[in-house]
């Protein structure tokens, strides 16, 4: 991740959610969550420099 202060003043902000998956054991039970960020592609403008 960078400093807003160091981004170009033509960039773009790209949003980001959180995205959760279920890990299960071989009984189908749930054990543990797994999560992860990403950014929404569908948001994403082209052909502007995107962070």
Known sequence: ???EEEMPREAHLLNTIWQ????????????M???RLVGRGDTQEFPL???
């Open 20 to 31: 959760y998956r279920a890990k299960t054991d071989l009984e189908g039970f749930v054990n």
């Open 1 to 3: 991740m960078i400093d």
């Open 49 to 51: 420099t995107t962070f």
């Open 33 to 35: 969550w797994r999560a």
